[in-house]
């Protein structure tokens, strides 16, 4: 059983910067992938970043692509979302996940356990 907290969230001014952290329970941290995942009101939940057990290999979302940065620390067993120039259509609540190594990283359904979310709001 892997237990995720997210933390991070807030209110941002377009074009402003927030950086999200996981916090994993577990021993087994370093072998799953993660991934970071949003949902926007009234819209499904939609793939952001995920970064591999290694930490060599990132993926992202082409909305977010060259904005947004997925990184690992496997010693607090933490992953992080590093938002830059974000626009009012980055509001959502995030969540981080932990792949379960079946399937795409960008499909959620690949994902076997979830965070609570963390809320960000960006003003414009």
């Known amino acids: 059983q892997v237990q995720l907290v997210e933390s991070g969230g807030g209110l941002v001014q377009a074009g402003g910067s927030l950086s999200l952290s996981c916090a994993a329970s577990?021993?087994?941290?370093?072998?799953?992938?993660m991934g970071w995942f949003r949902q926007a009101p009234g819209k499904e939940r939609e793939f952001v970043a995920a970064i591999a057990s290694s930490g060599d290999n990132t993926y992202y979302a082409d909305s977010v692509k060259g904005r947004f940065t997925i990184s690992r620390d496997g010693v607090k067993n933490t992953v992080y979302l590093q938002m830059n120039s974000m626009q009012p259509e980055d509001t959502a609540v995030y969540y981080c996940a932990v792949y379960s190594g079946i399937g795409s990283y960008f499909d959620r359904s690949s994902y076997n356990y979830w965070g609570q979310g963390t809320r960000v709001t960006v003003s414009s």
């Open positions: 577990g021993r087994t941290f370093r072998r799953f992938g």
